[in-house]
């Protein structure tokens, strides 16, 4: 039921949302104005096939009976947007109708939203991250100016996420099938939901059956009705949105249109990923090469620098650095999507590899293909950025750094698409005034505020976005001659960075399964945590309480073990002195109670034991995670 609150901030938002009405719209909005037409116009036969404007419909067709849906208002608004000739129409009464239409079709992330905040306890912070969502700086740039229904389509996700935490697995499922229907870029992250539906709905396991799976028997019959139920549930979604058009044949039409591969590998503006530091690198090359013959690239290939170089749509071709074929890319992609799969796949209980780690599965699956994709559009950083926010609800100190600077520059890595004069303030104030809330108001699960979590070079990272903005945006174009594409090439590389660092960051978040398996899990170990060299939290366990001042201590008694094994250490109201050192393993005892912790080439692993468990029993747990990380150099 919609409160009075709840109410009062949906009306503020409208309020943000109807003032951008007289911004910059981009060709997106002629896009959509033409789908109008062609969905109104047209029989359904020919909705693939019309291809009078070089704006040709090609979203999946549950995308279609949206955009018929709002061609029934649109004739009752102005008979004239939905004419197919026309061609280019952008009158008042159109603008006023399309943004509107998208400030409505909101209401379904409002409502997504607000199931989310429910299934999370109904916290505070989960109220400021479904807050921070809806008046997302992305949602404001991209469909509010720029012209698209992203808030609407990730309503449907966040609905989908939403049953998965309320434990409706099916709903779930169901519900990301339809969303696929609308708008097939979520395909990215179709694997996560294949693997968690696999293990958490499909795999019913009971305890007296002979078939044996990880130490519990597998119940056939169960299992395959839960699959049948899905798999059902899967193909009738898509027979309801496909069906028609293989009634009729056109289903390598639709094919042709939902997967143009003519495309080069970056977009006109480069996307900041893996390839635009690529391509950047190939310009610095080339650039050496002028100035240092002796690199022997002289007779690189410049040719084919005009699609990268001058904001052009097609091949992208390098001079020095070898070409990249799609093939590359998807190869790429499926292995930078390893890590999502390990956070679904490894063992633990139900509740530890449910919806939590489908939400992190998710962002890093969006991860990947953003980082490897081809053709990466700048506002796909959406499909990252919108599940993270909701991991925000009680993110570790790792999670809120990476959310902190990957949003900072994510959301900057969008302001290219708002290029008119008129928009400049109103892009610098919404990402501002969204950044200072983000890093003021969430906390990590130990309460510390997202700008205190962050590491100083991070901080310094954030703050260089203000002499970016200074460089790209308020210089005049003059000021950089010949190079009229090096301020976006700047917003493109610097974002590039910090869309990187903030990836591998999260890959390394995805190392909570040791702590709740091998070290907590081993039933010898009561609280663990593992801690990177700088400091920072890799994963710990919910039992692990300790002040980060332990972590100081303790590092510093491996690099001085004769002053912790004279002092020992304290910890909250405990004494523990210091029974064994070593330059890789430390153990310390409390009455019959201890601690062992082990020292690897980047990180320091804490093994709390209660008084019930033998010391030993514990150092072995320990052991192995400590072995398991010093053979893959960790």
Known sequence: ???????????????????????????DFEVHRNWLAITSSLPLSKWYFEDGSEWTLDYPPFFAWFEWVLSLAARWWDPRIVQLDNLGYAASSCVEFQRLTVIVSE??????????????????????????????????????????????????????????????????????????????????IAPAYFIYLAINYCTILRSHRR??????????????????????????????????????????????????FKRGLCHAYWAPNFWALYVFADRLLILASRFMPALGL????????????????GDTSFAVLPDIPPIATFIATLLAQIPAYVVLIRKGSKKRR?????????????????????????????????????????PTQRTLRMFAVLSTAGYYSLFPLLFGAQELLIKAAVLLIWVLCALALLKSDRGVSAWSCLLRAERL???????????????????????????????????????????????YDSWQPYVDNNLVGSGSVSEAAIYGLDGGVWA?????????????????????????????????????????????????????????????????????????????SASKALGAVTDYLKSVDF
Not at 1 to 27: D, E, I, Q, R
Not at 356 to 383: D, N, P, T
Not at 544 to 559: A, Q, S, V
């Open 540 to 616: 710990k366990s919910d039992s692990y309480k300790h002040e980060d001042e332990l972590f100081n201590t303790i590092k510093e008694g491996f690099e001085k073990e004769d002053v912790i094994r004279g002092n020992g250490l304290r910890t909250g109201k405990d004494k523990y002195f210091t029974l064994a050192t070593s330059p890789e393993e430390l153990h310390f005892r409390c009455g019959a109670k201890g601690l062992f912790c082990a020292k690897t080439k980047q990180t320091i692993i804490f093994a709390f034991y209660p008084d019930t468990v033998q010391p030993g």
């Open 298 to 313: 002289a007779s690189a290939d410049l040719s084919g620098m005009a699609a990268s170089t001058r904001g052009l749509v």
């Open 107 to 188: 209401v379904v992330l409002f409502a997504a939203l607000g199931r989310f905040v429910r299934a999370s306890g109904g916290t505070r912070q989960s109220k400021i991250a479904a807050a921070l969502t809806f008046l997302s700086a992305g949602f404001l740039f991209v469909d509010h100016v720029h012209f698209q229904y992203n808030g609407f389509l990730f309503g449907i996700l966040v609905y989908s996420l939403a049953f998965a935490m309320e434990g409706h697995d099916l709903l779930a499922g169901t519900t990301f099938a339809v969303l696929l229907c609308f708008k097939h870029i979520f395909m990215y």
């Open 211 to 260: 078939s044996q799976v990880g130490g519990c028997a597998l119940d056939i019959g169960a299992s395959a009705w839960r699959l049948a139920k899905l798999g059902t549930a899967v193909v009738v979604v898509f027979a309801v949105a496909f069906g028609p058009f293989a009634a009729k044949g056109q289903l390598p039409q639709l094919a042709s249109r939902l997967f143009p």
């Open 354 to 394: 449910g919806p939590q780690r489908l939400i992190q599965s998710v962002v890093l699956c969006a991860y990947a293909s953003y980082m490897f994709g081809w053709h990466v559009h700048e506002k796909a950083i959406l499909l990252i950025l919108v599940p993270l926010g909701l991991l925000t609800v009680a």
């Open 1 to 27: 039921m919609l409160g009075g609150k709840n109410l009062a901030f949906l009306c503020v938002g409208v309020g943000v949302k109807l003032l951008l009405w007289p911004a910059y719209h981009s060709t």
């Open 461 to 507: 990272y954030v703050l260089g976005h203000i002499p970016l903005f200074v460089a790209t945006e308020l210089l005049p174009g003059y000021a950089f001659g010949r190079l009229q594409f090096l301020p976006l090439a700047l917003v493109s590389v610097y974002t590039a960075f910090g869309v990187t660092y903030s990836w591998l960051g999260l890959v």
